[in-house]
């Protein structure tokens, strides 16, 4: 609580980088508030954000000159809503007030933000632009993204308000008490959660119109608004809407429903009377083997992981590692473009507070050595295709086709594989690289698009994901070990192929048929970066069936069986594996999403050692 004292009323000037504006502010400010206030009953709060201009020095010479004028210093950004509530938690006055220092909002109306607080007639109260009889003249570069969000605000978040981020804001010592806790963000969308959560928890906010006249130029930008303030609006919805109706019964309802789902959405791309007639032929005793032996490249799968996240000072029991990764890879039968893997991130800051851009790192990490671990696969078999003099029949497999075989299908499969065989080897190249590189280059990226505040932040969440990824790559230990494991698991996968394509009793030698799985898998599994084929055969099935059936001996119809038989028990062993994790740890697949908001703590676990 803020110490008694005889100051009622605490003005809170947000600045960073305001040395041509601040002085005058804080003049205009003082002389408006004592038309209207004792003396000594208000003060004005300087809370400036880690500002590199004159801004501090300026303030300091404020506070000297006049008691009624304090400055509070950070070295650190705090963003805007941070530095608000730094602010806030250390004023005197019972009404709490804050406007922006351009003071684009006309000045006489600051009497009645105040009073409207101060009085008890309003817990909060806000100035508005958009009221009816009270539109503000704003150019089209402010004007359409305000409409457009304040639009989304009250879409989203059903609230009735007109105008959310209006700098003009006051509210009560108990208000502010009562919701900064929950208020998460510390940047633009301080002021509208702020609003929003008054509105949840019953309190009267009062809006009013003001005049209002544009002051430089905008601060409004594509890193900020679209990238920003769009998922503030998404989160926030998920915590008041969607979180609270999430039981026990709803994330087990959801989980099984999902996973349903994900079942259902394999015949997409597996022809289920496929499956059942290869079945039938197919020695089961080897497909029950190719199960098992696929089985066994999951706790490798958790141990990998977990040798990431240790180089990142996470240090996590394979236990529940290994049943994160079988529930992001059920996502990812659910969800497009391999959305399940912000599953995983979800599942491990929930459970045990590693921060996102970790888990992300984390993950573009484990990817990067799974693309660049099949494309040295399949670039060892097919350089023995050229030793041994076979290079003629892989052109014709490639060129010619295999009938029974959409050449379309084929044609993308095969292109796809190389795009991103060779995108592997860059990425590759581009860590190493880029880790013995000096320079920032992130930030000159990020800040050539943005020069906002929001953009600052943007830019250090980004730093973070890149230097997460760039201490494992660097770490050459880390690096063998993480390469090591998924070695072992595409081998596993390749297994795996060749036990269910030697169910088909193909006439084939081992030797032979290794070597052929090795190049079939890896190529198939850099074709199904993308999940379909207009020929609406799977990108891995087509790779699969070309190579297996232009290479060997096996016709098209068996081959392009084992290919859909191989991916069949792969995707029943991660779903069966998806359904256990998520029961043991007691999470699904959407309340991963919502257990986001459980843990804040961004710092590494302690050593146990």
Not at 415 to 438: P, Q
Request: aromatic fraction near 8%; proline fraction near 4%; glycine fraction near 8%.
């Amino acid at each position: 609580m803020a110490p008694s004292g005889g100051v009622e009323v605490s003005v809170v000037l947000p600045a960073y980088n305001e040395e041509g504006t601040i002085e005058a502010t804080v003049e205009t400010t003082l002389a408006t508030l004592d038309t209207f206030l004792p003396r000594d009953a208000f003060e004005v709060i300087v809370a400036e954000d880690g500002c590199d201009d004159r801004t501090p020095e300026i303030a300091d010479r404020m506070a000297a000159a006049d008691e009624r004028v304090r400055h509070f210093h950070s070295d650190d950004r705090l963003g805007r809503g941070g530095a608000l509530e730094h602010a806030f938690a250390a004023a005197e006055g019972d009404t709490l007030v804050y406007f922006d220092t351009d003071l684009a909002t006309d000045m006489r109306h600051l009497e009645e933000l105040v009073e409207r607080v101060r009085t008890g007639a309003a817990d909060v109260a806000t100035g508005s632009r958009w009221m009816p009889g009270q539109v503000a003249d704003r150019p089209a570069k402010r004007g359409v993204p305000s409409r457009v969000y304040n639009g989304l605000v009250r879409l989203v978040l059903r609230s009735p308000l007109r105008d959310h981020q209006c700098g003009f804001k006051a509210l009560s010592r108990e208000a502010f008490e009562r919701l900064h806790a929950d208020v998460e963000d510390e940047h633009w969308f301080w002021d509208t959660e702020l609003l929003v959560r008054a509105q949840r928890a019953g309190l009267e906010v009062a809006e009013f119109p003001v005049e209002w006249e544009p002051k430089g130029d905008t601060k409004v930008d594509l890193v900020r608004d679209v990238f920003g303030m769009g998922s503030q609006i998404l989160r926030l919805w998920w915590q008041l809407s969607v979180s609270p109706r999430i039981t026990r019964r709803v994330s087990v309802g959801a989980g099984a429903l999902l996973t349903l789902l994900a079942l259902a959405l394999m015949t997409l791309y597996l022809d289920p009377q496929a499956v059942l007639t290869e079945l039938q032929g197919a020695d089961r005793r080897l497909v029950a083997l190719a199960g098992a032996v696929y089985l066994l490249s999951w706790p490798l799968r958790g141990a990998r992981y977990r040798d990431i996240l240790a180089e990142l000072g996470y240090r996590e029991r394979l236990g529940f590692l290994t049943g994160a990764v079988f529930i992001s890879q059920t996502g990812n039968l659910v969800f497009p473009a391999r959305a399940g893997d912000a599953v995983r991130a979800y599942v491990v800051k929930a459970r045990r507070d590693i921060p996102y851009p970790t888990g992300f790192a984390s993950l573009a990490v484990e990817r990067v050595f799974d693309l660049l671990t099949i494309t040295v696969l399949g670039g060892t078999v097919l350089v023995g295709f050229v030793l041994t003099g076979a290079t003629d029949q892989v052109v014709s497999t490639v060129s010619e086709g295999v009938p029974g075989v959409d050449p379309r299908s084929a044609q993308i499969a095969l292109a796809v594989a190389t795009g991103v065989a060779a995108a592997a080897v860059l990425a590759v190249a581009a860590i190493v690289v880029s880790a013995r590189r000096e320079g920032n280059l992130v930030r000159r990226v990020v800040t050539g698009v943005s020069s906002d505040s929001y953009a600052d932040y943007v830019a250090s969440v980004l730093e973070r994901f890149v230097t997460d990824v760039q201490t494992v790559a660097a770490d050459r230990g880390a690096f063998a070990r993480v390469g090591a494991s998924s070695l072992a698991i595409w081998v596993l996968d390749v297994v795996t192929a060749v036990l269910v394509l030697a169910a088909f009793h193909v006439p084939l030698a081992t030797p032979t048929l290794v070597a052929i799985g090795f190049f079939a898998v890896s190529v198939g599994n850099l074709a199904k970066v993308l999940p379909l084929s207009p020929g609406g055969i799977g990108l891995y099935e087509a790779a699969f069936t070309l190579l297996v059936a232009g290479l060997t001996p096996v016709t098209g119809p068996t081959a392009f069986g084992a290919a859909v038989l191989d991916h069949a028990v792969k995707n029943l062993v991660t779903v069966a594996g998806g359904v256990v994790s998520m029961l043991a740890l007691n999470v699904s697949l959407t309340s991963a999403v919502d257990e986001t908001a459980g843990g804040q703590t961004d710092a590494p676990d302690p050593d146990p050692d």
